[in-house]
């Protein structure tokens, strides 16, 4: 069996040795078999269970899942000594490489990515003081692909949905509308074109109803993305983020479609702003998946209000 350790009795470095790793000891009960054809060792350990922390086991050549108490961390963090912060990253306690790359990882979470590339895009407004740019096709495939970090920030925390957005010009002609303080990305908004839309309303208890069978074909623009660090959440800046991108594209911020299925927040935003029918864009299985998405507790008086 290839051993997980090295010779010192501690993991590789990343860029360690290229090769087929076991991580897993035979007969070992707390998870199965996994194989890798390209060992880099913090994608390793980002792809085992999230069940505990992964610990060296006494005299054993693989690692084992220990489940820790918590313990309170920094940068708003109540999660440091888990496999799993609320950041969406994986890290073991004790490595001082884990543990600085977690830092780093979590301040993006917390205050948003610093993306100088940024400032060489459009400004389109202010919100509260912090600048709006716009990012599109027409900006320099350079800046897209560095800006696009932002989004794979917002992915990790929500890792059950596809970052969305890469820097690449796409047919449906993705624009991300983001909001900066001096060169740091504290949120943003993606949109895109799309060519299905759902027909759906919210019902009193907070789920979601399809009123039409047949989607509604023809170009329309919805949103897919909408993302707010942290540290600026709960200031009404999303929604006024939303209000400057539907201007922007010509269209009342209720007349915009939905990329589902949504988080719980993402319900309760769009509860917000089309509190009644609004159009959902995916395929049969995401509409299928947000029409059966238990509403979370007090969905019904978000729904009211």
């Known amino acids: 069996m290839t051993s997980l350790l090295g010779k010192s009795g501690k993991p590789p470095r990343r860029g360690g040795p290229r090769r087929k790793a076991e991580i897993w000891k035979p007969g070992q009960t707390s998870g199965r078999l996994r194989q890798y054809t390209k060992y880099d060792y913090v994608s390793v350990r980002n792809s085992l269970p999230r069940s505990g922390l992964l610990e060296p086991a006494n005299g054993a050549d693989a690692y084992v899942l220990r489940t820790p108490a918590p313990l309170i961390g920094t940068l708003g963090c109540t999660d440091m000594t888990t496999d799993a912060c609320i950041c969406g990253f994986s890290y073991v306690r004790g490595l001082a490489e884990d543990e600085a790359l977690h830092r780093k990882i979590h301040s993006e979470y917390f205050i948003g990515p610093s993306v100088p590339s940024v400032l060489k895009t459009p400004v389109l407004g202010e919100i509260d003081g912090y600048a709006v740019h716009v990012v599109d096709g027409r900006s320099p495939f350079d800046t897209r692909r560095k800006i696009a970090h932002v989004?794979?920030?917002?992915?990790?925390?929500?890792?059950?949905?596809?970052?969305?957005?890469?820097?690449?010009?796409?047919?449906?002609?993705?624009?991300?509308?983001?909001?900066?303080?001096?060169?740091?990305?504290?949120?943003?908004?993606?949109?895109?074109?799309?060519?299905?839309?759902?027909?759906?309303?919210?019902?009193?208890?907070?789920?979601?109803?399809?009123?039409?069978?047949?989607?509604?074909?023809?170009?329309?623009?919805?949103?897919?993305?909408?993302?707010?660090?942290?540290?600026?959440?709960?200031?009404?800046?999303?929604?006024?983020?939303?209000?400057?991108?539907?201007?922007?594209?010509?269209?009342?911020?209720?007349?915009?479609?939905?990329?589902?299925?949504?988080?719980?927040?993402?319900?309760?935003?769009?509860?917000?702003?089309?509190?009644?029918?609004?159009?959902?864009?995916?395929?049969?299985?995401?509409?299928?998946?947000?029409?059966?998405?238990?509403?979370?507790?007090?969905?019904?008086?978000?729904?009211?209000?």
């Open 151 to 305: 989004a794979m920030v917002a992915h990790r925390s929500m890792s059950a949905y596809p970052a969305g957005y890469d820097g690449t010009v796409t047919e449906d002609n993705q624009r991300l509308y983001v909001l900066v303080e001096r060169r740091r990305v504290i949120g943003f908004v993606l949109s895109a074109r799309d060519t299905r839309f759902w027909r759906l309303r919210w019902s009193e208890g907070g789920l979601v109803e399809l009123l039409d069978r047949n989607a509604s074909i023809h170009v329309g623009h919805k949103i897919g993305r909408v993302w707010i660090a942290a540290k600026f959440q709960r200031r009404g800046l999303a929604k006024r983020l939303l209000l400057v991108a539907s201007a922007h594209l010509g269209m009342g911020i209720s007349e915009m479609a939905w990329e589902v299925p949504f988080t719980a927040s993402g319900s309760a935003l769009v509860r917000s702003v089309s509190p009644s029918t609004f159009f959902g864009c995916g395929d049969i299985q995401a509409v299928r998946d947000t029409i059966s998405i238990e509403p979370p507790p007090g969905a019904a008086s978000q729904v009211r209000r």
